[in-house]
């Protein structure tokens, strides 16, 4: 193995200077929160609630810009038959982050929540809580695999440097300073890796699209120049438009119930902020992206005859997943490519981070501390999520090391979090009445429906074949197996989630009418669910009079030391009534 010396030195000095940044930021603020009297827990969950406009938003979109939403948007321009009109990442997740600031920033900021989780428990319970958390650390823990796995495959286009290694040392480096410093740590460094991806891609395109191997991308945008590749604009075909707007449906609502997305959300100096930041990492999402279409396009505008790649193009070696390192390889100068590196590890490290901590977050948190010991002190839950921390990126780096499987898992994910959480989310934010048993139903419905429908990148047949079915052949260039897939043109994945909405309020209405009027008695009501009218109406979690004009001070949160206490169900009706509608201070206003 021909380890390239300078790319070494290059991404040694680059994780040195993210490592130096992350403890900086742990020492600053080590003491963050003693003074104001929160505990060190939520200081390490949510930074202290005193993250700014600038850090927030460059945290918020470094997130969202990881290594798959860069790898993945210059994929997807590049192949043949998709083009930008299939690059859906970059528009779905700005929007996701519009949606989000517009409807469920406020809300969850104003109440001072620590977790995404929190709402559930307090309505639904610990239980249910417990529950929901399977398919939210799901979606944190695979997706972090899948992009480490990009990382190491994409140092070893460029470096040659072992795939295994680049992983393990990429995720021990953000293990460690996500152990020390908490959010200040991802936060900070999130700033400093936005800087380099910026930089350092758009660095690589004028002198990628200055090689003499790449045709002119405003004609390869309309018109095919080279053999097996179409005009890179792409197009949607009559029978695949149900499939695109369920995939962005996916893409734009289910970005939303995300742990990383409200930590951020949550850890904002006011309601307000939490807003104004979500709307500045969308603009950010749609500026980062367009680099990644225009390596896309060179890829697909390149006669890969005249270049040190070889005569066969990326697609037909099965390696269109890895168009923008080979782009960076093969049509830039050394340093330049060495440079782009540093950009790809950054938009890597800046993900896998911030889904790391939001699985220790939740499972210290939500599980730990008030599923099972609400008496725990605040240094016992620190230690738990010191531990948490470790465990759970030791777990996505084992996966990421399983190569061909990490991608499908952290797509299936990815739909469990938009067919179960977001429906379970509208319902505990915007619907009075729902209550456990609907969140059950809605839990079951939405997840058969999706499974049901089958997944390609898991080799999971369907056994529910959805209107407009068909059979794709799909033909492995390397080694010339030919596969046929299921490919369900229905959009059954936005149909489970509608599904699992509907469940969860025709369900909660149903047996709150059945215990309530008589027909079961109330010795039946074993999930503790049913309350009487009253009651419900002052667990409504959303109240639009409870934030006033003062909003841009820092909303102070209920202290953590009253935890034990927190999500109890008398206490939190107790708590609830002097913010529900029918009190008095709403009244005067």
């Known amino acids: 193995m021909n380890i390239h010396v300078e790319g070494l030195v290059a991404i040694v000095i680059f994780y040195l200077l993210i490592l130096l940044v992350g403890i900086w930021a742990a020492w600053k603020n080590k003491n963050s929160g003693v003074v104001e009297g929160t505990d060190r827990s939520e200081t390490i969950m949510v930074g202290g609630r005193d993250i700014g406009l600038f850090v927030g938003a460059f945290t918020m979109t470094a997130t969202w810009v990881g290594g798959g939403y860069i790898n993945g948007t210059a994929e997807n321009v590049y192949l043949p038959g998709y ?32 977790t995404m989780l929190d709402p559930f428990q307090q309505l639904y319970g ?28 994409t140092l070893s286009v460029i470096i040659d440097i072992d795939i295994n290694m680049s992983v393990i040392i990429s995720a021990l480096i953000a293990i460690f300073y996500t152990l020390v410093g908490g959010l200040y740590s991802v936060a900070y460094t999130d700033v400093v890796q936005l800087f380099c991806i910026f930089l350092g891609l758009w660095v690589s395109v004028p002198f990628a699209l200055s090689n003499p191997a ?12 080279h053999a097996n590749q179409t005009a890179w604009l792409g197009k ?28 951020r959300v949550l850890s904002a100096s006011s309601a307000t902020y939490a807003q104004v930041l979500s709307f500045l990492a969308a603009f950010g999402c749609i500026i980062m992206a367009i680099p990644s279409v225009l390596i896309g396009a060179i890829g697909a505008s390149t006669d890969w005859n005249q270049t040190t790649y070889g005569p066969i193009p990326p697609m037909q070696k099965d390696q269109s997943d890895m168009i923008l390192p080979i782009v960076l390889q093969h049509l830039c100068p050394a340093y330049i490519s060495f440079f782009g590196l540093g950009a790809v590890s950054a938009a890597v490290m800046s993900s896998a981070d911030s889904s790391i901590l939001s699985a220790s977050s939740m499972f210290a948190r939500n599980i730990y501390q008030l599923a099972f010991r609400q008496s725990a002190s605040d240094r016992e839950i620190v230690w738990v999520m010191r531990i948490t921390i470790f465990v759970f990126g030791a777990l996505a780096t084992a996966m990421a090391l399983l190569t061909g499987t990490v991608y499908g898992l952290w797509y299936l994910s990815s739909d469990l979090v938009y067919v179960i959480i977001f429906p379970q989310l509208l319902c505990v934010l915007f619907v009075r009445g729902t209550n456990t048993y609907g969140s059950v139903a809605g839990y079951i419905f939405g997840l058969i429906l999706r499974i049901g429908g089958g997944e390609p990148y898991l080799k999971l047949p369907p056994f529910i074949y959805y209107p407009g079915w068909t059979i794709e052949e799909k033909v492995h260039h ?16 936005t149909a489970s989630m509608l599904a699992s909405f509907l469940s969860n309020v025709a369900f909660s209405y149903l047996f709150k009418y059945l215990f309530e009027s008589g027909t079961l008695s109330a010795k039946y009501d074993f999930l503790d669910a049913v309350h009487s009218a009253e009651i419900m109406d002052k667990t409504t979690l959303v109240n639009k009079n409870i934030i006033g004009l003062n909003e841009m001070a820092p909303v102070k949160p209920r202290l953590s030391v009253t935890l034990a206490a927190t999500f109890t169900r008398k206490e939190t009706l107790t708590e609830e009534e002097d913010s529900s509608p029918e009190s008095p201070i709403h009244e005067n206003e």
């Open 214 to 225: 790449v045709s002119d991308i405003g004609v390869t945008a309309v018109k095919q120049l």
């Open 83 to 114: 083009g930008l009109a299939w690059a859906q990442a970059p528009f779905g997740y700005a929007l996701s982050l519009v949606v989000g600031g517009l409807f469920f920033a406020k809300p969850m900021r104003s109440r001072g929540y620590v």
């Open 236 to 263: 949607i075909e009559s029978p695949d438009k149900w499939m695109w707007a369920d995939n962005f449906c996916l893409l734009m609502l289910g970005g939303i119930p995300w742990q990383v997305y409200f930590q």
């Open 478 to 493: 390397v080694t010339k197996e030919v596969e046929y897939l299921v490919l369900q043109r229905f959009p059954f994945k």
């Open 126 to 153: 610990k239980r249910m809580g417990g529950l929901l958390f399977i398919p939210a650390l799901m979606g944190e823990m695979f997706w972090s695999a899948a992009i480490l796995s990009a990382l190491g495959a």
